[in-house]
C-alpha cells in the first residue's frame, strides 16, 4: 500500500510530534458553542417570555417574539448553506476516486468469465487512490465521534429539555396562536439546530470517512432523517390544537409523531456500532502484535 506522509506535524521543543488523534478542544469548543446558543434561548425566554409573550396580538408580541423568529430562521438557514455547502465543496475526493475504482472492480466481477475473470480477481485494489493513511483514517473516525457528540446534545436540548418545557408552557397558559415564546425557541430554533449539526455529521461521514463513503447506512438515515421529520410534524400538530383542545401530554393522539420519530434517535446506537467497527478494522493489526520481550530494545 502507498501511503503519503502527515500533513499535520506539532513541533515542540526541536522534536516533531504527530497530532492527537481525538482533538478534545473541538469537541469542548462544539458542546460550549451549542450550550451558549441554548442558555441564551432559555434566558431570553426568562425575561421576555412573561413580560412580552402572553398576548399574541400585542405589539411588543411583534417587537420581541416575531422579529426573534424571522432572525432565527434567517440565522438558521444561512448556518445551514455554509456548512453543509462547505462540507461538501471541502470532500475528500480521492476517498470518491477509490471507492468508485472499488465499485468499478465489483460490476466487472459480475460480468466477465473464464480467464478475464481469473486475472481480475488476482489484482489488489489500488488502495493508493486513497490518498489515506491508517492513522488519518482512524483520526476521522474520532472526528465523527465529535459529530455524532454535538449531534446527541443538541438532540437533548430540543426533544427533551425544550420539548418538555413546551407542555409545561401550555399546561399554564392557554394557546391563543401557533407561535408562542416556547413554540419560537422549541420548533423553531431547538429542532432546526440538530437538523442542522445531523446533516453536518452524516455529510462529514459520506464525505471523509471511507466506511461510509460507500452506500447509505440504514442507522444512520433513520438516525438523522427520523429526528428531521419531526419539523413537518409541527405543521401537523398545530392543525390540530388549531380545531380541538388538547390536553398538553405526550398520550395525547396528536402527539404521536413526536414521539415515535423522536425514538429513531435511538438509531445511534447502530452507528457508534458501525463506527467501532471501522476504528477496530484499523486498530486491530496492533491489538494483535505480541509485546516485546522485557528487557529488549523496542
Do not use: C
Amino acid at each position: 500500500m502507498i501511503t503519503r506522509p502527515q500533513t499535520e506535524v506539532s513541533v515542540i521543543k526541536g522534536a516533531v510530534r504527530e497530532p492527537p488523534l481525538l482533538k478534545v478542544r473541538n469537541l469542548v469548543l462544539a458542546i460550549a458553542g451549542l450550550a451558549v446558543i441554548y442558555f441564551g434561548a432559555r434566558w431570553y425566554q426568562a425575561v421576555y417570555a412573561w413580560s412580552k409573550g402572553l398576548d399574541a396580538f400585542a405589539p411588543e408580541f411583534e417587537l420581541y417574539w416575531m422579529n426573534f423568529l424571522y432572525v432565527e430562521l434567517a440565522l438558521e438557514a444561512a448556518a445551514a448553506a455554509v456548512l453543509w455547502g462547505w462540507l461538501w465543496k471541502t470532500r475528500d475526493r480521492h476517498v470518491e476516486q477509490y471507492w468508485m475504482h472499488f465499485l468499478a472492480r465489483e460490476t466487472a466481477l459480475e460480468r466477465i468469465t473464464g480467464q478475464a475473470l481469473k486475472e481480475l480477481l488476482s489484482k489488489k485494489l489500488d488502495r493508493s487512490l486513497a490518498m489515506l493513511t491508517p492513522r488519518e483514517e482512524l483520526q476521522r473516525n474520532l472526528t465523527h465521534l465529535i459529530w455524532l457528540a454535538a449531534y446527541a446534545w443538541a438532540l437533548f436540548w430540543g426533544l427533551s429539555f425544550f420539548t418538555e418545557q413546551d407542555a409545561t408552557w401550555h399546561q399554564t397558559v392557554i394557546r391563543d396562536t401557533d407561535f408562542t415564546p416556547s413554540h419560537i425557541v422549541v420548533f423553531y430554533l431547538s429542532y432546526p439546530m440538530f437538523i442542522l449539526v445531523g446533516g453536518g455529521a452524516f455529510l462529514y461521514a459520506k464525505t471523509r470517512v471511507p466506511y461510509f463513503v460507500k452506500g447509505l447506512s440504514i442507522p444512520y438515515l433513520m438516525l438523522v432523517v427520523g429526528p428531521f421529520m419531526i419539523l413537518p410534524n409541527v405543521g401537523l400538530n398545530e392543525w390540530g390544537h388549531t380545531f380541538w383542545f388538547m390536553e398538553e401530554i405526550f398520550a395525547a393522539s396528536l402527539h404521536w409523531g413526536f414521539v415515535v420519530l423522536g425514538w429513531f434517535a435511538l438509531s445511534i446506537m447502530g452507528v457508534l456500532l458501525q463506527v467501532f467497527a471501522s476504528i477496530l478494522y484499523l486498530i486491530k493489526p496492533d491489538l494483535s502484535t505480541p509485546p516485546a520481550p522485557a528487557g529488549t530494545a523496542k
